[in-house]
């Protein structure tokens, strides 16, 4: 028993007066810095108070940290401990990561003077054009101002102002979410006047609204919409409350040019007037099948109808280029309208070139009705034509020549600009 004692002191000892004296202090061996743009990696290092061949501790750790952050240049800041060696873990590597928030690319002074980066400004304010040419409403123009700051790239003010044929002005806060199925949320309002196409008087409209978007699974979306607007037409007054949702398939790779794809659209939306309610309901599907050599045939048919009698604002509008071509818009109004074409689209340019330009021939068909009248007592007018169309980058036109069958002969012209 005491052999046994003596032998497990002396092993004990002889562990002890072979092991070092202290333990190593990790030291830093490199420091890394990612992310920055407008800041210089060695300003960063400097400011976080690190040095190659420094002792390494969580305390000087988590200082550099707070000493970055605390010099306001970044909107996020992580300083990550990384080994150098498999073999060795008291040889540290820093890796400083940074985030300068939006920047952009500022062009130089003077001629022949190089390009800088700079950090975006605090209201960071963007613009784009508006132009649109509608039937029946003539040429609008105008601009869309958007601020987005430079705190965050998921949300966005944007403030829409036209003239001409729809003297619109609005102010709309737009935010995304990162969540898999997290909705992209609008809200704004709006002051709007145009000239109604069948009572050629002018009607305005003022509305508070928000939405929510969804994708669901691929081309899927879903929305719903809460609004309160006040529309004046024919010396009328309505206030109106409205609650709805819509549901979206659409396969297009490119909605300006779309190659055997399908676009539909469903929607049903209650409108709360003074005296009822009303539902109103749209029901749109679209087909473009593509034959040889990149012509396309596209189908459309359309219905929307109300539930019950509504204000003449809330009519739909029958004719022009959106819904029949070969009659003016405001041919007719009803609480119900049936629409439906056929057109065969030949492009007569490379899908390379930018341009694209092509000619089209269709036909269209559509009705529209008040409630309480039936679809099969009503007539339904047709016309038929042939266009041109252009679409170049963000820009598109169209003009065609069309006859209403027992009509006369109209010429439609539409054009814009698409963001």
Known sequence: MRSTLTRLIFCAAVVFLSAPASAQQPVIVRIQVHGNTLTPDDEIVKASGLAEGAPFSEAVQREAERRLTAIGLFQHVDVMKRYASITDVDQIIIV?????????????????QPARVARRGRLNMMFVPLLDAEDGYGLAYGAQISLTGNSSRTSRVVFPLSWGGNKRAGAEFQKEFSARFAPRIRIGGVVQRRTHPFFKRDWNRKSLWGRGEWTLVGPLRAG????????????????????GADLTFDTRLNPLLPYNAVYATASIDRLKFADRQVVHTALEANG??????????????SRETMSGAVPP???????????????RAGTAIGDTMVTGSAELRVPLTSPLHVAKFGTLAFIDAGTAYDHGAHFSDQHVRRGVGAGVWLVAALFQLNLSVA??????????????LTF
């Not at 024919?234 to 109106?240: A, F, K, V």
């Not at 034959?291 to 459309?300: C, D, E, K």
């Open 403 to 416: 006859h209403g069958l027992g009509a006369g002969t109209r010429v439609h012209f539409g054009a814009g």
């Open 288 to 301: 473009y099948v593509g034959i040889s050599r990149g012509s396309v045939v596209a189908l459309r048919a």
């Open 313 to 327: 604002f809330f009519k739909a509008i029958l004719g022009g280029t959106g819904t029949l071509r070969g009659f």
């Open 96 to 112: 400083i990561q940074v985030d300068e928030g939006p920047v952009h690319v500022v062009a130089g002074a003077l001629p022949g």
């Open 224 to 243: 719903t919409t809460v609004a309160r607007q006040k529309a004046t037409l024919l010396e009328r007054t309505d206030l109106t409350n409205s609650i």
